[in-house]
């Protein structure tokens, strides 16, 4: 049996969340399917970064849905980098579009999409979505499922 974990410096331990994004580790293990494609959906509901202007904590329902390539990242890695906007300052396009480039520059994966459903500042919700092309023949992917925010109507 192949040991994943021999890279990794985050999982197995305790781990403290990075002082910024551009500090975040994110790791990745190699595909142990890569000659199969498939779909890998990760759902992160209560993101949280800071308004820029105000500093005031925005909140994000984020959903990554990839296709591997060579490597898959490390859930806890995914967890800490997306930990480490806990105090960053950037606006809500910053954030997601970010987040989505980072993964597709370092993971190279087949197919990309994440979505930033961000929760109302000011009475305006701000849902952002990334795409890095169609998405590959037979794979199934599913509808994201998050509703269209509907305040209390």
Known sequence: M?????????LGGTTGIANSPDEAVLEYVPNPREGSSYLVRFTCPEFTSLCPVTGQPDFAHLVLDYVPNQTLVESKSLKLFLQSFRNHAAFHEDCTVGIAERLVKE????????????????GIPIDVFFQTGPAPENI????QAVPPYRGRG
Request: proline share 10%.
């Open 2 to 10: 192949t040991d994943y974990t021999n890279d990794l410096s985050q």
């Open 107 to 122: 993971m190279k994966p087949k197919w990309l999409r994440f979505a930033g459903y961000w929760y109302p500042r000011g």
């Open 140 to 143: 199934w992917v599913p509808d």
